[in-house]
């Protein structure tokens, strides 16, 4: 049996147990593996990849929508035994899903490539393969910065020059629920210093979300109104109110191309005012500035670590502040955003904790609640025997 084969009769048989479960790979017809996946030697590197469906621990409200699952896919490549970890995580509002992803994945050729050190080439091609499909992008730009970091035997922070002693604390997210749900979830934040609150469904709730919160903690409350307020001045006085409640930032306030507006409210805002679905990607950064305080990166988004760290140094070029986000992720994709934390303002890198079926550890959770970097090499990951509710 090769490795390779060892390789895959392993994952499929500590999987999903199901169809959902079987790895797959770029069909070549060079090798098929026994169990149904397939493998296609790639020069030295494989990638392979498999559905995982991330399952919420509590049903997730925002302004808009609630859920209780997130579609996912779980990527590796391998070169000579080593193996690097990727992951795309799909909300339904980032238009990607686990076929579109699949079918991206289907399209990625690395025979090309002599070497994963070619990191930037290998990315530029990826991101060249179709417009969009940024968490398909950031799956396979994931997984190469992990296996190039193991490979170096270093960690992403060590190689950005990094101080993994200068991580910020991470939010903690409270959707939106009834008060006694909202007082509940703040109880079971304990562990966490900051605290995210989604808002913008209507003025009662965002107020009663609020006080539901100030009832049971006196923590720094970072508020995410997710394009939910309609007009700027009632956005304004909602954002003085909010920083008497000792909240301490504010992302999104209205519709995303509302530049005008948002503008209006960030220049009289006693809060940081933060982009979230205003921007995505690189291109974006520079026309954020003069609209809002900063930036919220998120991997999913913006097509991975490569162009995550580009967008960083841009904006601190341009004197804004950075914030570095999630979707409901793995420890995988969560420790490859965390790489970059010592470096950003804040850190809201809870999605792990969200989900009851994690696949890795990988950065934890100081006393203090501080994001914890470890020394191991790439993304500092160990894969699990089996998932793994963080919080359970
Ligand atoms: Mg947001």
């Given at each position: ?9 392993g994952v ?6 199901s169809?959902?479960?079987?790895w ?6 060079e090798?098929t ?6 493998s ?5 590197m494989?990638l392979s990849?498999?559905p995982?469906l991330?399952?919420?621990r509590?049903?997730f409200?925002v302004?808009g929508s609630?859920?209780?699952?997130t579609?996912g896919v ?7 035994g ?5 992951e795309a995580a799909m909300p339904?509002?980032?238009s990607?899903?686990?076929a579109s992803?699949?079918a991206?994945l ?10 994963p050190?070619e990191l930037d080439?290998?990315l530029?091609?990826?991101?060249g ?5 940024c968490?398909?992008?950031?799956s396979v730009d994931?997984a ?16 950005w020059g990094?101080?993994?002693?200068k991580?910020p604390p991470?939010?903690?997210?409270i959707?939106?629920?009834k ?6 979830k ?6 966490f ?16 979300m609020?006080?539901s919160?100030?009832a049971?903690?006196d923590k720094?409350?970072?508020v ?9 001045v ?5 954002v003085?109110?909010l920083s008497e409640?000792g909240v301490?930032?504010v ?7 509302r530049?005008?507006e948002?503008?209006?409210i960030?220049e ?7 982009a979230?679905?205003?921007?995505q990607?690189?291109?974006d ?7 809002f305080?900063?930036i919220?990166?998120?991997l999913?988004k913006c ?9 960083l140094n841009?904006?601190?070029?341009l004197?804004?502040k ?7 992720e793995?420890?995988?994709a ?13 850190a809201d890198l809870?999605g792990n904790f969200?989900?009851?079926?994690d696949?890795f550890?990988?950065v934890g959770l ?12 790439g993304l500092?990951?160990?894969k ?6 963080r919080l359970?």
């Open positions: 049996m090769t490795t390779r084969r060892r390789f895959l009769t499929a048989g500590a999987a999903l147990g169809a959902s479960g079987i797959g790979a770029k069909a070549s017809g090798e593996a026994k169990d149904g996946g397939k296609n030697k790639i020069g030295k494989r990849f498999r995982y991330l399952e919420l509590h049903a409200g302004a609630t859920r209780k699952t579609q779980q990527v590796e490549i391998e070169l000579d080593v193996v690097g970890y990727g339904p509002y980032l990607e899903s686990t992803v699949l991206f289907e399209r990625v050729d690395l025979s090309q490539f002599k070497s050190f080439d290998i530029s091609y990826v991101d393969i179709c417009e969009n499909n968490a398909a992008k950031a994931i190469l910065h992990d296996l190039v970091g193991k490979l170096m035997g270093q960690p992403w922070w060590r190689i990094l101080d993994k002693d991580t991470t939010m903690y997210t959707g939106i629920d008060p006694e749900v909202v007082r509940e703040t109880l079971e934040a304990e562990r210093a900051v605290l995210k609150v989604k808002l913008g469904r209507d003025e009662k709730s965002d107020r009663e609020i006080e919160v100030r049971v903690s720094p409350i970072c995410d109104a997710n394009q939910g307020w309609n007009d700027k009632y956005a304004l006085e909602m003085e109110w409640k301490v930032l992302e999104q306030p209205m519709k995303k191309t530049w005008d948002i503008a209006w960030t009289r805002s006693p809060l940081p005012i933060m979230d679905e205003s921007l990607r690189l291109t950064v520079a026309r954020m500035k003069g609209v305080s900063g919220n990166i998120k999913m097509s991975g670590m490569r162009e995550a760290w580009k967008m841009l904006a601190r070029a004197d804004m950075v914030m570095v986000g999630c979707m409901t793995t420890s995988c969560i420790s490859a955003a965390a790489q970059l934390s010592p470096a950003v303002d804040w809870d969200l989900i009851g079926n696949l550890d990988g100081a006393a203090n609640g501080k994001l914890l970097l470890n020394d191991r090499p500092g990951l160990v699990l025997d089996a998932p793994k509710n359970g």
